[in-house]
């Protein structure tokens, strides 16, 4: 299998590194707490990412069926016992997956959708990334990631973000961008652009 990288395949690994970094600073007692996802709590977004790490594997192999048939807002996300152990391993398995030039052919489905491989490798990891912030703010964790990711993202939710701005779309892919100085982290506009507010705290 080859498993090279261009600008147009970004590599899922550092990404799914970073958030699979984020899992040992993560206290039993905070998984009841507030994320920057409204409608999520620690535990359901840990349960969304056990879900969507599975779904954008198989998205990617092509092995479509249960997991890549069910819409995310099916139901509120469960997370079982194990997750500890489980995530790190579908992280990598996803990274994997997204290696293969095979996967970015043809058309596949995610969540219910068919999509193009080329944007199906790319909402997968805008998903990460995104939700790997997001679960850093909500557990007081520094977010380390790396710039490839984070500008392969920003491009994928750039042009949604001018539509919903221009009147010409929904508001955005994720809700109502924040727009941040051109000069300001990159991180903080991917985050923006994403419908969260960079500056988001638990209770604020």
């Known amino acids: 299998m080859d498993t090279t990288t261009d600008s147009h395949r970004p590599d899922h690994g550092p990404a799914c590194r970073s958030l699979a970094g984020l899992l040992d600073g993560i206290d039993d007692k905070q998984l009841a707490a507030p994320t920057p996802c409204p409608d999520y709590s620690v535990r359901e977004l840990l349960g969304h990412l056990v879900g969507l790490t599975v779904a954008f594997r198989d998205a990617a192999t092509k092995t479509l069926g249960p997991t890549t048939d069910t819409p995310p ?22 990274a994997q997956a997204w290696r293969s030039p095979d996967a970015w052919q043809g058309f596949t489905r995610a969540g219910g959708v ?16 995104v939700h790997g912030w997001d679960l850093a703010r909500a557990t007081g964790q520094v977010y380390e990631i790396d710039p490839a990711s984070l500008e392969a993202t920003l491009a994928f939710l750039e042009p949604a973000a001018a539509s919903a701005e221009a009147g010409d779309g929904p508001e955005g892919l994720f809700g109502p961008p924040v727009r941040l100085p051109a000069d300001a982290p990159l991180l903080d506009r991917v985050v923006g652009l994403s419908g969260r507010r960079p500056d988001w705290q638990p209770g604020a």
């Open 114 to 129: 068919d999509l193009p491989g080329e944007v199906a490798g790319i909402v997968a990891l805008n998903e990460v990334v």
């Open 73 to 94: 807002t099916d139901s509120v996300p469960q997370l079982a016992d194990g997750w500890r152990t489980v995530l790190p391993a579908q992280l990598d398995g996803l």
